[in-house]
């Protein structure tokens, strides 16, 4: 692998500096995907920028009422914290059930909300990839694709966003906060994510050479009665070939609130707002959970080998909201 | 002189007592270093440059730049390596691999093909040289379109006739009452040993000196002696210790880079390969299509049975994945057709891959027995049972012991099968479905011959030294016990030195005939030297050496179908929302020889059937027919079991003695694969209703078969 400069940052406007313009320089923080990405020569970076040490480590309640999550807190740390199980059940489970508890006492936050894509193409620098290599073309939509996008995907890429935690996130409005040359800002996860269209290497809203600082999430006491269910081809480590994020609310047999959120079936997490309006009011009964389902589906246009995903993923809704459901009813 | 004192009679035997193994503290402490960790002074790394097409030739190579990046010290590519000779056959009895032999001109046949070694003064320096270079293509249109209609596939004989026919097949099949004709596939697959491939080569007075891992020494100087030329005297292969091999550690294209690259720069130089490069260039099993024609009477009685397979192969070597000969021993019938096919692709050379043959084989065997069984309202096992065979089927040859029927039995017994009920689909647990499946399995028994030498030392110990490989079997542990008991010592006082072809020709690990081959020979050497002690002249300070050489007693052995056996059963719970199955139980039962250490063969047996989990339900690797090469070529891409993906597996034998082998061995390095997948596949059958009869069983298949499903 190419020889690289390492410098750690001591704080956050520091590190923005450090970073500065250079296209060939990036931040550091658990490694658990950038290392494997210069292993591989997907990424080179001619100098790394390590955040770890920046006082971004804490989660802290915010005044509204809401959770502040530092861009350094390790996934191992956020899934352990008491706040996040107690009030949002379901991002626990989601950062659970991605990697292994080696790699989730690595990963951060920032880190993993840009994480990048495992598609097999992507991964390998001797074939072509639109992502890697814009303009080089998408052999996935002929080739093997059978976990790839049914959402929100383009011709010119297919490829799916890893995350789990991210889907979660997704699901109860997670503000990105971040610090630019220029200063803070912010975007809320809905737009954070940018549509593929015809640049899907451009994959954030993330000004370049800005620093994720923290995330945000508001108060949601739907929250409080979440899960986060993952399938994947194996029992574990492995990435979703379809996950869902879902929290529900009912009283007196009616859907008072809902929050629906799909991982492994777009470049983003896809946050289910048509099959939301349509549970919000509805009975809480399987046709309705398998009608939200159906609704946000309509828009899904799958490969030849990836149709299996609407099934699964409106399978889960239904198994998830029943269960959900059930206990509330308890 | 000292006068030998051993208490004899208070011997108490080792064999069939359960030992740790020897240098597992060496292992877990990380003492015990492995081949890509041997110090060495003035070592230089190599680093593998692979085609990036599939089928071409190079037009050029830009050397110049590379070699003026820093600490690089010289590029071998085909205009200038040292020439080699590929005109021999190898202790196996088979061509050498083309893909061993690099660099020898400007074809590329395949995708991950060697076109270049860059050595450098370290490892960073070399792969960052390697991955500079640019190699220039003229490329040519590729085949890598695996498939049964193939019009280029024709039969191929591999290690056994690639046909064997007997009876009308056509009539019996039109007079069987009960008819299943079924297509079967299994996709292609890798054995990533834990330990990636490496070696490091360098000459020492004249002779070549190869610290590598493999499978076997005296095969790897054999094809190493051959390649270059050598006296096969002049080459001392060395591999103290090996973390795994499976089939994949014969000579490879980083020993003879390796060997070249010192050659030329005479100083060590070290090769090993990457995840990603063992994809192409450590063997692999070919995909399999397998058709199967069974037909039998409304009792079970098989009056036809018909195997068909079709394996892949490179363009410029045949290697056949024989999955048809299982067939040849487990079942007889009135017709008895099988046949082994291959097709010449644009791939990487396949190779033997863990019971080879027999895995794939034995999923559609036993898969086709399970419908059988189904149509014809028999229990599996009665099935089986009830089509035992007295005498080869094909060979007409008798059975050395066959048990099958007896790991039937108790498997049944202690699986709770009585129990069951037949009727697929019909056992629920909240959104769960639970079913049951079985298999038969058989892996050949064998024998190759060795040598062996044995010392006794004055102080009352004593040293054996053979060419065995230990690839994780627990082999080193295992011929210490055999020792011990042939020499009626303690095992305490015995030093097994295995991994150096100074020590003479032996057998590889391999084709589960290792360590029954090495105790043979280990047998006779320390016997023979328990007689000349038992003179009780005394023993001089060098000691007293007997050497052995089996050749003639393994070749004196009568003909006879040799086969260990085994009864797999497996519980699933399949989430018909989800399409993910797994594996809630596994139960194994073998006759599979005398057992010489209890602890390591149940983990050797358990490791074989949680690579049937892996079989069934997650491996598989993919090839883009566009660019000819892999997608996801590394451990996250290609799926193994993981450790949450295995349930409680018990693994249990027989009373299985070979009266044939001097210590009772058969062999069980294999036969806990075997049959495996079929297990579970026919589990998911029991669950679901639904056959599935190709591998892996993912969950995107179970659901697109359950959407396909007529009560769907």
């Known amino acids: ?330 | 002189m000292t006068t030998l004192t051993t208490a004899t009679t208070l011997h108490t035997p080792a064999v069939g007592t359960a030992h740790t193994r020897i240098e597992g503290r060496d292992k877990v402490t990380g003492a015990a270093r492995y081949a890509g960790e041997v110090p060495f002074a003035d070592l230089a790394h190599g680093w593998l440059v692979l085609s990036t097409v599939a089928r071409g030739r190079i037009r050029d190579l830009d050397t110049e730049s590379v070699l003026a990046m820093p600490g690089v010290l010289a590029v071998l590519e085909h205009r200038n390596a040292p020439r080699l000779t590929t005109d021999y056959t190898s202790l196996l009895g088979m061509r050498p691999d083309p893909t061993c032999a690099v660099f020898q001109h400007d074809r590329v046949p395949h995708l991950g093909w060697p076109v270049a070694l860059v050595v450098a003064e370290t490892s960073e320096q070399a792969r960052e040289a390697a991955e500079t270079l640019v190699v220039h293509y003229e490329q040519e249109p590729h085949d890598v379109g695996f498939g049964a209609g193939h019009p280029d596939a024709y039969a191929a004989d591999g290690h056994m006739p690639a046909v064997t026919e007997k009876g009308d097949l056509d009539a019996e099949l039109a007079a069987a009452a009960v008819v299943v004709d079924a297509e079967y596939t299994t996709p292609e697959e890798h054995h990533h040993p834990m330990e990636p491939h490496a070696a490091t080569a360098r000459w020492d007075g004249g002779r070549l000196e190869v610290t590598d891992s493999n499978q076997g020494a005296t095969w790897v100087v054999g094809e190493l002696a051959n390649l270059f030329s050598l006296d096969p005297a002049a080459v001392r292969v060395r591999s103290e210790h090996v973390g795994g091999g499976f089939g994949s550690k014969g000579v490879r294209a980083h020993q003879v880079a390796a060997v070249m690259a010192a050659t030329v720069l005479q100083r060590p130089v070290r090769v090993v390969l990457t995840r990603r490069q063992m994809f192409s260039l450590a063997g692999y099993r070919s995909p399999t299509v397998q058709h199967v024609r069974l037909g039998a009477d409304t009792d079970g009685h098989l009056r036809a049975l018909a195997h068909r397979s079709l394996s892949q192969t490179a363009t410029g070597y045949e290697f056949v994945e024989s999955s048809a000969g299982v067939a040849r021993v487990m079942y007889d019938a009135d017709a008895h057709h099988t046949a082994n096919r291959v097709v010449r692709l644009d791939v990487p050379s396949p190779t033997f891959m863990r019971a080879p043959g027999e895995a794939p084989g034995s999923f559609a065997l036993e898969a086709a027995l399970d419908e059988l069984a189904e149509k014809c309202g028999i229990d599996p096992i009665e099935l089986r049972l009830r089509n035992e065979p007295d005498r080869g089927p094909v060979s007409g040859l008798p059975f050395a012991g066959r048990n099958l029927a007896a790991c039937l039995r108790e498997g049944a017994r202690r699986f709770g099968w009585g129990e069951r009920d037949p009727r697929p689909g019909r056992r629920r647990e909240g959104r769960l479905l639970l079913g049951t499946g079985m298999a038969a399995a058989s892996f050949p028994a064998g024998a190759m011959p060795s040598t062996a030498s044995a010392t006794a030392h004055p102080d009352g110990t004593f040293t054996v030294r053979i060419s065995a490989a230990d690839i994780g079997t627990g082999a080193r542990t295992a011929l210490t016990l055999v020792a011990a008991d042939a020499l009626r010592t303690s095992p305490e006082r015995v030093r097994v030195r295995i991994g150096d072809s100074d020590f003479g020709p032996a057998m590889i690990a391999g084709g589960s005939m290792g360590t029954r081959s090495w105790a043979w020979a280990i047998r006779v050497a320390a016997g023979e030297l328990r007689e000349r002690l038992a003179l009780g002249t005394g023993i001089p300070p060098e000691g007293i050496t007997v050497r052995s050489d089996t050749t003639e007693a393994i070749g004196a052995l009568a003909a006879a179908e040799r086969h260990s056996y085994g009864a797999q059963f497996a519980e699933v719970a399949v989430d018909p929302g989800t399409g993910e199955v797994r594996v809630r139980r596994m139960l194994g039962v073998f006759a599979a020889g005398r057992i010489v250490n209890p602890l390591t063969a149940r983990n050797q047996l358990r490791g074989g059937m949680i690579w049937g989990i892996s079989m069934a339900l997650h491996e598989e690797a993919v090839r883009d027919r566009v660019s000819g090469g892999h997608v996801g070529a590394d451990l996250a891409g290609y799926h193994v079991a993981t450790h949450a993906d295995v349930p409680r597996i018990e693994a249990d034998w027989i009373e299985d003695t070979d009266p044939d082998d001097p210590v009772g061995i058969k062999g069980i390095g294999e036969i806990g694969i075997v049959g495996a997948a079929a297990a579970v596949a026919n589990a998911v059958w029991h669950a679901t209703g639904v056959r599935h009869r190709s591998l892996p069983i993912r969950p995107d298949r179970i659901l697109a078969a359950a959407a396909e499903a007529p009560d769907a």
């Open chain 1, 1 to 330: 692998m190419r020889e690289f400069d390492y410098q750690r940052a001591s704080d956050v406007a520091g590190a923005v500096a450090l970073l500065g313009a250079d296209p060939d320089t990036r931040f550091l923080g658990g490694g658990t995907n950038l290392v494997d990405l210069m292993k591989s020569g997907v990424e080179r970076p001619a100098r790394l920028v390590d955040i770890r040490e920046l006082p971004l480590d804490e989660i802290e309640p915010t005044p509204d009422g809401g959770l502040r999550i530092g861009a350094t807190v390790t996934n191992g740390d956020l899934a352990a914290h008491p706040e996040i199980r107690r009030r949002y059940p379901a991002l626990a489970q989601a950062v659970l059930a991605g990697a292994s508890g080696q790699l989730r006492n690595m990963a951060t936050v920032g880190g993993n909300l840009l994480q990048r894509t495992r598609c097999g193409y992507f991964t390998d620098v001797t074939k072509p990839c639109n992502k890697r290599v814009p303009g080089s073309g998408c052999p996935a939509i002929e080739g093997e694709h059978h976990n790839h996008a049914i959402l929100g995907a383009s011709g010119h890429c297919v490829a799916v966003h890893p995350s789990d935690m991210a889907v979660a996130l997704a699901a109860f409005d997670a503000v990105v906060h971040f610090h630019a040359a220029d200063g803070p800002g912010q975007s809320p996860l809905a737009d954070f994510y940018l549509p593929v269209g015809d640049t899907p290497h451009r994959e954030t809203a993330l000004p370049p050479g800005a620093l994720i600082t923290h995330v945000t999430l508001p108060p949601a006491p739907v929250a409080a009665r979440s899960r986060y269910r993952k399938v994947r081809e194996r029992a574990s480590y492995a990435f979703a070939i379809g996950s869902l994020a879902a929290a529900l609310d009912v009283r007196d047999g009616v859907v008072q609130d809902a929050r629906l959120a799909f991982g492994a079936v777009a470049s983003r997490p896809w946050r289910a707002g048509a099959a939301e309006r349509v549970l919000i009011g509805a009975p809480a009964d399987a046709g309705t959970y398998a009608a939200a389902a159906d609704a946000e589906l309509a828009a899904a246009r799958p490969l030849p080998h990836n149709g299996y995903k609407v099934e699964l993923i409106r399978n889960l809704v239904v198994a998830v909201l029943s269960e959900l459901a059930e206990e509330a009813a308890r």
